[in-house]
């Protein structure tokens, strides 16, 4: 049996339907809910709200023409998506959302969202742009802002029980998350890229999260079971590929295929899909204080400097036995654009590997050129080292 | 052991037989049919080398048009197997630049000559050798023509690097009475403008190597060493050298 037929993975791959009509029951008695857009969003606060948080993310290709007739063409096909979903009304968990959560990222999603904000209610979050004390300062009022905002739309109180309550559920979300992730450091892995992609993205619908805290368990222990049986998608000599770069999903998962249908196996996902998800918040001292540090400290590549991603990188490159990197960015991200031109010089000189960024958007029009690029890097990959 | 390579561009289809040296070549347009140009290459280079098909201990399949044929064990990128003809070639390659007819690229070799990183244009005509193809068009010149046309004339500066926009240009500058001549060296100058953009993101190394169709005119040549300020190596038959690596791989 495929890794795909089992009943974990079924589970998994049907939440988007389930959720939505959970969601459709709840908003009927009562459940408030908030989009996040960003691994900035603190949902620790909306779930201490008593709301759910859903991840709003655009990763389709589907509504970006709509969005072309206000937005700019040559911007960021994730933020063009995003806004797109808004302005058509298409997907039902935007639909549901009573508030947006968004953060002043990048500069494009930053002026989309003031376009947004005229659509659907939405509090912006002024993000620093720098991880330092001072930042921290100020990012903790931003989180009592946020804080102030959701009690006063949702009708509540976020009293730090709560919110403790809340961090200790994500946090364990996320040791779920991680040991199924971690999956992917045995080699050969016996979970493909595209499934674990499919796991990362569907769970982000999840509005019960003890359901995704228990599918994803028993995912990871069908996994051990079939690594300890032998079975798996790819062989020993499957190149392994760290993914880097901008935040993919299904329906933006092009390079994600590719690599696979050529022949690689993606071990792991170092964006905001993956693995910097992952950092728990301190259960200890005060609680808004550590949800504070904790988002502060997200290595985007819209902080400078952002040495944390370059640390993350070198982690996964070890931990995982990686051959290559590819360094994924959509086409008009001036800041992961740019930093991979420095992510280049170090995976080349300090970890000794192999480097490929791809800048692409959604769009399938590139897929036989990127084929090439992706074969060629896969041919330097499988020679012996 | 007899190997093949074959290479589909995307103008011109490339066989070579190797056993232990060059047996047979043979080059014949790609047109609408890059399976026959394929087959039909084979067959040509498998006569001149007086070898019969049933000889050959394997064949690896390579080119822009990537098209898998049943007579192929393998394929390879185009990117690969340009650096093995031309580390063949000349061992002393750490630096290969190719101008194929919808592509450019630039790929950088290890002392062992293999591939460590590349970089590719392929995402419109623009320093590829169609743009030069176009162009001459527009001229009413070969690409030869085009090059010796341009020897020691002053380049005038096209401003367009897009194949569409730029004829649009040059019919413009013809119309105003400038000289032919300094259009060629004009249009010379874009595609070597080009290939400079392309490899300021590859270290260049000693030696470069200059492969494919385009670097049998020396006039181009000579503009893009001049551009990169390095000395260019061209083997012989610069556009057999994806073949001969396609042949080499499969001998292995
Ligand atoms: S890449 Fe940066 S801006 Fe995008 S979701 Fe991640 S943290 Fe947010
Ligand atoms: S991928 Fe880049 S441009 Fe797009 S939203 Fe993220 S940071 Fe902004």
Known sequence: MSLTQTEAFQRIATIRER?????????????????????????????????????????????????EKVLPRNLCPLIKSSYGFAVTDTCPFLYFADLLVA???????????????QIKPLHLMQLPQVQNETAL????????????????????????????????????????????????????????GMELLTVLHNTGFNIDRRDNIALMDQLTAELRRRAAAG????????????????????????????????????????????????DPVDEAGDPLVAVAERYLRVPCSCMSPNPGRFELVKRLVEEFQVDGVIDLTWQGCHTFNIESHALKQFVQEQLSRPFLQIETDYSESDTEQLKVRIEAFLEILARPR | ?????????????????????VRGRAVVPTGWEPREAALSALRDALLQAGIAEGQVGGIVGTGYGRISLPIFDRRV?????????????????????????????????????????????????????RFLQVMAGVLDETLDGLGSLAAGAEPVSLSSMCAVFAESEIIGLLAKGLEKERIAAGILDTIARRVQGLAGRIALRDTVTFTGGTANNPAICRVIA???????????????????????????
């Open chain 1, 19 to 67: 959720s939505v009509i959970a969601l459709k029951e709840s908003k009927e008695t009562g459940l408030k809910v908030a989009g996040t857009y960003c691994q900035y969003s603190p949902a620790e606060l909306i779930v201490a709200a008593g709301a759910a948080a859903v991840s709003l993310c655009g990763t389709s290709q589907t509504p970006i023409p709509a969005a």
């Open chain 1, 103 to 117: 953060e002043t990222t990048c500069d494009g999603k930053k002026k989309m969202y003031e376009l947004l904000g």
């Open chain 1, 137 to 192: 300062d100020s990012w903790i009022l931003e989180l009592k802002r946020l804080k102030e905002r959701l009690e006063e739309s949702f009708g509540v109180e976020i009293t730090s029980e709560r919110l403790r309550d809340a961090i200790r559920l994500l946090n364990e979300e996320r040791r779920s998350l991680k040991e199924l992730m971690d999956m992917c450091r045995l080699k050969p892995s016996p979970i493909s």
């Open chain 1, 231 to 278: 079975i798996s998608p790819f062989t020993e000599a499957t190149p392994r590929v760290l993914l880097s770069g901008v935040p993919v999903g299904i329906g933006s998962d092009k390079v994600v295929k590719l690599v696979e249908e050529c022949g690689g196996s993606v071990v792991g996902f170092e964006n905001c899909t993956g693995y910097k998800k992952l």
């Open chain 2, 1 to 21: 052991m007899v190997s093949v390579g074959i290479d589909i561009g995307s103008t011109a289809t490339k066989a070579v037989v190797f056993d232990g040296g």
């Open chain 2, 77 to 129: 990128t185009e990117i690969t197997c340009h650096a093995r003809g031309a580390h063949h070639l000349c061992p002393a390659t750490r630096t290969v630049i190719d101008i194929g007819g919808q592509d450019s690229k630039v790929i950088a070799l290890d002392e062992g000559g293999m591939v460590s990183d590349f970089i590719m244009n392929d995402k419109c005509a623009a320093g590829t050798g």
């Open chain 2, 226 to 252: 001049a551009h990169l300020g390095v000395k260019l190596h061209v083997p012989e038959d610069p556009q057999f050298v994806g073949a001969l690596g396609a042949a080499l791989i499969a001998a292995d």
